[in-house]
């Protein structure tokens, strides 16, 4: 067979199925059959907005499974035919301080899977050498679903977070926003770095009940109470350690600061849109408490290696995350589930 079904952006809120090429390998390259690829919530902002990194036409998704099926010469022998990989999205140009200090989501040059490098809506997808060399490739276990291992991109995105936001066992952590990410970083805390209480606050009454069947120990409703209010009275008066903004609203960032802990941590974890209004805040809660304001930005190759881990090791269960599946030729109603508020992860499975 040589041709294949993708899914093209072509522009601003235009994904179009395309009969394109099977890319041809090359020298260094490896080429896989994508049997995942998640939606995230920057495919959906490059889907509504564009992006400067994203040139149409580009096939986009970067939380990618599959099959290798081909290998270019001179690909280290650790990679055999028909191994089967999990790959992140941030690519380290190799050259630039971050990338040679190990911080490739940092990169100048800032490559990625599904931005300068066509991505995973699409049933084959050709890594570049960069990618394959010391990029955020994974081997999967032979029993590890591919719709669970494209979810490692995430989910290193998390470990990432947590790992700016120094953490610290025993910890009281806040989560603004109880979507995928929110939920990963819910499941991380308990699971991995031993937080003593996960406080989640999110609108959406059904997404804070699943946060509570992951483990969170207290649930707020904006709409219903003060949410400074009720963290600190959970919290004796002295906030919170650590603080994720894992949603794009401009108010949460604000909150956050308000609720910090002395010496505590606020990840701006979620993006926000350009034409959102400036944060604004008393810079003294900040002065005074001694407290950090981050922000954090992808993973690094190593980041995605321990997620994969963590996934195939079984310490951390995200499984259930999964709650919609479409095929290929169905991407333009996958996106919009994923748009809706009423899904959680949704995957396209290009092969299926």
Wanted: glycine share 10%; with cysteine; charged share 20%.
């Amino acid at each position: 067979m040589e041709n294949m079904q993708a899914a093209v952006f072509l522009g601003e809120k235009l994904l179009e199925l395309q009969t394109r090429k099977i890319p041809e390998i090359k020298d260094g390259s490896i080429l896989i059959r994508v049997e995942s690829c998640a939606i995230c919530g920057s495919d959906l902002r490059i889907f509504k907005h564009g992006n400067e990194r994203v040139i149409p036409p580009r096939i986009i998704g970067h939380e990618v499974a599959g099959e290798i099926i081909e290998i270019g010469s001179g690909v280290s022998s650790q990679y055999k035919i028909g191994d089967r990989v999990s790959v992140g999205a941030d690519v380290p140009c190799g050259n630039c301080i971050f990338c040679l200090s190990g911080r490739a989501n940092c990169c100048d040059v800032n490559l990625a899977i599904g931005y300068q490098f066509d991505g995973g809506f699409s049933q084959y997808m050709l890594l570049d050498p960069l990618v394959v060399s010391g990029g955020p490739l994974q081997k999967l276990e032979s029993n590890i679903d591919f719709d669970i291992a494209a979810l490692s991109e995430p989910l290193a995105c998390c470990l990432n977070g947590y790992e700016v936001g120094l953490i610290k066992p025993n910890s009281t952590v806040v989560v603004f926003g109880a979507g995928p990410i929110g939920i990963m970083l819910v499941t991380l805390g308990i699971s991995y770095f031993e937080a003593a209480r996960i406080i989640v606050i999110d609108p959406n009454k059904e997404r804070l009940e699943l946060a509570k069947n992951f483990g969170a120990n207290h649930i707020l409703n904006p709409n219903e109470t003060d949410v400074v209010a009720s963290v600190l009275e959970l919290t004796n008066g002295m906030g919170a350690n650590m603080i994720f903004t894992a949603c794009p609203d401009v108010g949460t960032h604000e909150q956050a600061i308000a609720m910090v802990a002395k010496r505590g941590v606020i990840n701006l974890f979620g993006g926000l849109p350009k034409s959102c209004r400036p944060i604004q805040f008393y810079s003294n809660q900040l002065h005074y408490r001694e407290a950090y304001l981050t922000g954090s930005h992808g993973s690094t190759p190593k980041q995605h290696q321990l997620a994969v881990k963590l996934i195939t090791d079984k310490k951390i269960n995200i499984s259930s995350l999964i709650s919609h599946r479409f095929k290929l030729e169905q991407i333009n109603e996958a996106f919009a589930q994923a748009a809706s508020g009423q899904s959680m992860k949704v995957i396209i499975n290009p092969n299926a």
